[in-house]
């Protein structure tokens, strides 16, 4: 069955136009009146289709195509948030190839055994209350006797009730598979048309918090200062090196620095930063983190102090659905190649409690979470029509 790869093009244009600005960058960052515009035009266009659609308390939107059987359903979907000045495809792709192959379905009057779920899920991308947000309110995987948790809870206008109307019955779903960008440049590197996701990797925060001294930044001796950034910067340095001397695929970033009392006349008394660390092994980043916290005892002009902000476990993909792309790669005569995913997903959220797969199409260059990110249409063509060949056969094995 092949899929209209122009309209779904006109979609992806069209929920491109949702948050862009000037720069071409879009930005469509959760809970805000871009990602609820997007959030009801998917509503929309599902409802078009003949599907029951509702979006939850925090944003979640699914859609319920009705099956000829009372079965569980096969999920399909991903995200509709973008991170800040983000790209068209991140995210969005997964939801609208699933409106795709409902739309396909329909033209061609195929009703499915089972009932199949559309999801365009919120807060992937994250913010004060962490990555995934969305899909694990959806799985009751949250924290909820964390304090921090409830209060940015409220900041959100939220209740506890909210979140458990959020959550679905896990035993009403066989599965879930989320198509989306590799966001690597691993495929389009080698000319591979798709990627078969074997497992997605743990992802670990800390806030580093170092404490120095503030003084004058024109009365104060070199020798004498207990300036916290560059404290600090020979701590980020040392950890940036032992990272590339490992062979290992573990990866850090500080990804978010903050000098206080950033003033120019002022040595800074106190830095907060974020290190993130991801691998497909937690006793790797744990035995990592064990090796930066003794660094900073070397480090005498400034105090450090480590507080635990996420952390999430790798999760693997279902074998069974696994195999089932495979040979739906080998039916349809398409190159692939399996490999783990070095960024996050809902698919590793939902994984937790159900089996989860994910394909991956190319990246041009391996850009994402930037204005030039780029997915060519024939590569979005090939994924989607994998993804409905992979649904029928699952929906045919029972």
Known sequence: MKINRDRLKKDMIKFGEIGKDPGGGITRLPFSKEYNQAARLYKELLEEEGLDTV??????VVGTREGKQNQKALAVGSHLDTVIQGG????????????????????NEIKTNHPLWIIGFSAEEGGKWGGTFGSRAMMGLLDYEDPKFISHLKELGLSMEDLKECRIGLDDVKSFIEMHIEQGNRLSSKNIPIGLVEGIVGITRY?????????????????????AFQSF????QEVNQRLIKRNDHLVGTFGVVEIHPNMANIIPGRVEAVIELRHMEQKAIDDFLSQIKEITTEISTAEFHFEKLVKKQASFCDEGLLKTLKESCRKKKIPFEVLSSGAGHDAN?????????????????GKSHVPEEWTDWEDIQTGTEVLLEALMEIDRQS
Do not use: Y
């Open 88 to 107: 068209l495809f991140d995210g969005a792709l997964g939801c609208l190839a699933g409106l795709e192959i409902v739309r396909t379905l329909n033209e």
């Open 55 to 60: 979006i939850d308390p925090v944003g979640n």
């Open 207 to 227: 806030q580093v918090t170092v404490l120095g001294e503030s003084n004058h930044a024109g009365t104060t001796p070199m020798a004498d200062r207990k300036d």
């Open 349 to 365: 959220t939902v994984g937790k409690k159900i089996p989860s797969a994910m394909i991956f199409v190319p990246s041009k260059q």
């Open 233 to 236: 910067a020979v701590f980020a």
